[in-house]
């Protein structure tokens, strides 16, 4: 992730300029150092790194679970921070953030890349523009054989929460409604390699009435779907089918033709209008734009907190073995 951050910047922003690497190893930063050519210090903490080196922004490209640290320590320090998902692997921890955020006057925005595709624009336009009808029901299908080794292989909850975490942002995204309650069942099927649990269903009742339906598998050998997950919206008039990849169209009652057992359909096309860049480089075009124009970015804290709780309701809930209430977290 270091990598995907570093070549975007350095490509897209000539006027952001690199002043220290931080990483507990050393040597790990110093390779980056001779790989990009950046001739900055390298610093084992990070307070020492921003006291010496006064940076106005700091990127946190860590592991979840030292989200808090670092981005605590940032903003503490007269720093915004960028920071890659997910927000903490504690929901605790993510509203300590927020809150940080708020007393601090320093911005904390997060990487939810799956937000600047043209796909998921495109299908979002049709669903936002009533081309279905009011929503009754989302659903993501997500299903990939990852074999990642690291720290995904040893976590509680590798699929909801490392991973997860795109598919909940991009149903918030496409539909623009909430979560209110969860179930989640998490189990480790036949044949996994991770210790923690790598497969999931999780039915939402969102704001609006909407329900959400997440089925999804990080040890899916065959028939994978996109990392961007096979989508289904039903509403009122019809159906939007998005398949992760390029397939994206509706299929809607045609009101001219005789009405039958199994109604007439007539198809939509999309609009691919959106002509930012993709991935990484379009939310870190939005975060610095944000920075920049000290607005909120689209990814900003006090927003993806709600796409954490549906992280962290979903694992409750599992734990539980019940229907939670995000109220309850």
Sequence with gaps: MANAWVDRILENHKDARFVALVDLIPESAEKYNEKYKLGCPVFANLEEAITKTKPDIVLDITIPGAHESVASTAMKNGCDVFSEKPMSDNYEACKRLVALSDSTGKSYTIMQNRRYERGIRAYRGLVSSGTVGKLGYLGADFFIGAHFGGFRAVMDNPLVLDMAIHTF????????????????????????????????????????????????????????????CAWRAQGEK????????????????????????????RRVEPSYDWEGRLGHAGCIDDMFAAYESRTAAMTDCRDNINSMRMVFGAIESAKAGRKLYMNEL
């Design 238 to 265: 019809g159906t939007a089918i998005w398949d992760g990849a390029k397939d994206v169209y509706a299929e809607v009652v045609d009101n001219e033709k005789q009405q039958e057992f199994i109604g007439p359909m």
């Design 169 to 228: 942002d991009q149903a918030r995204f496409i539909s623009g409604a909430d979560p209110v309650s969860v179930y989640c069942h998490e189990f480790n099927p036949p044949g996994s390699w991770y210790k923690g649990n790598a497969s999931a269903v999780a039915i939402y009742e969102m704001t609006g009435g909407l329900v959400f339906c997440y089925r999804g598998s990080w040890c899916a050998e065959g028939a994978n779907t996109s990392w961007e």
